[in-house]
């Protein structure tokens, strides 16, 4: 196998890797939103039938890599490696959510960016030989965010324009070497960015610098235009955020305006669900890229999709400390087959 390295950090898949099946979990506010007739599994109880709002997000993951792996018509036991996340301390979510599924897991933190890196390297895994199918899934739910991020619910706090709101969602996908409807064909990790946001109410200034660079630095590696992608997705940067992400680009020398669209500004209706500049957690790419980005790919509606799932990497003690947000995004590339 000869290199798959391409520009300053992508990689180019040479070997073809595949998405077999996907699966979105949602709650209430999300099926009520403009993509609920897509969704694969609906909730009307936010709690999923438990007792906290940890048990109810470890639940979707259950539920979505279960759906995921009998969309790609293979028993979960068929998988080799996992790769998984969640917001909460210690991978709470993915910890327990996972234990019955019996497999090698990789937990991982990218924040709400999660859902891209875990497919990154559930691709790499693929890609490199080292299985023939893994699995990435993620999570996010708006109770269990805001209690451990913000103040629980009970105590209820105005929430600022500049706010988006945690999705209650899971997403699962299962990555093969064949027989597949959507290929990943090369992916651009991201790094650390921090312009010095403190601000944790508007998550969308802290996301879109790292947005702009793993963007910028996509379409450098890969020797493109941004009108080689019919889209440029970030995951959850918002009203805010996405105005941001436009004039850095811009600043950068390339105009992804026609191109661009954003999960969190898609999932939720601004009109008659009052979230304020959007969606954001790692539920809330994971959920749209399966029910509204894959369908489009698989169709053919869309070539050619560059995927970027952007995450705030910060903690309730590095923020009640007076740091900084940093932000990271991933970038991963998604091509009809």
Not at 31 to 60: C, V, Y
Request: aromatic letters at 8%.
């Amino acid at each position: 196998m000869g290199s798959q390295i391409v520009g300053k950090q992508s990689i180019a898949f040479q070997s073809a890797v595949y998405i077999a099946g996907s699966a979105s979990v949602v709650g209430p506010k999300e099926a009520a939103g403009p993509l609920g007739e897509w969704f694969d599994i609906k909730e009307e109880d936010p709690l999923f039938g438990k007792e906290t709002w940890e048990q109810a997000e470890s639940e979707m993951q259950n539920l979505a890599l279960q759906k995921a792996a009998e969309k790609a018509k293979l028993e979960i036991s068929e998988l080799r490696f996992l790769f998984g996340g969640d917001l909460l301390a210690q991978l709470t979510a993915t910890s327990f959510g996972n234990v019955e599924a019996k497999l090698p897991l990789f937990g991982l933190y990218g924040a709400c960016s999660t859902c891209a890196e875990s497919l990154t390297l559930a691709a790499m895994s693929v890609a490199g030989g080292f299985a023939e199918h893994a699995a990435a899934v993620t999570s996010s739910h708006f109770g269990s965010a805001e209690k451990e991020f913000r103040f629980p619910l009970g105590y209820g706090s105005q929430r600022p324009l500049a706010a988006t709101w945690t999705v209650t969602g899971s997403g699962a996908f299962v990555l093969g070497n064949r027989n597949g409807y959507v290929r990943v064909s090369g992916v651009t990790p991201g790094k650390i960015v921090d312009m010095g946001v403190r601000d944790n109410m508007n998550m969308g200034a802290c996301m879109a610098p790292a947005a702009c660079d793993t963007i910028c630095q996509n379409l450098l590696d890969f020797e493109r235009e941004p009108q080689e992608y019919d889209r440029i997705i970030t995951g959850d940067l918002g009203t805010v955020g996405k105005e941001i992400l436009l004039q850095l680009i811009k600043d950068r020398g390339f105009d992804i305006e026609e191109e661009h669209m954003d999960c969190g500004i898609e999932i939720y209706n601004p009109e008659t669900q009052d979230t304020h500049a959007g969606g954001s957690g790692c539920g809330c790419a994971a959920v749209t890229l399966s029910a509204l980005i894959l369908p489009k790919l698989r169709k053919g509606t869309w070539k050619r999709v560059l995927f970027v799932p952007t995450g705030a990497l910060l903690s309730k003690v590095s923020f009640n400390e007076g740091q900084t947000i940093p932000g990271i995004a991933h970038a991963v590339v998604l091509e009809h087959v």
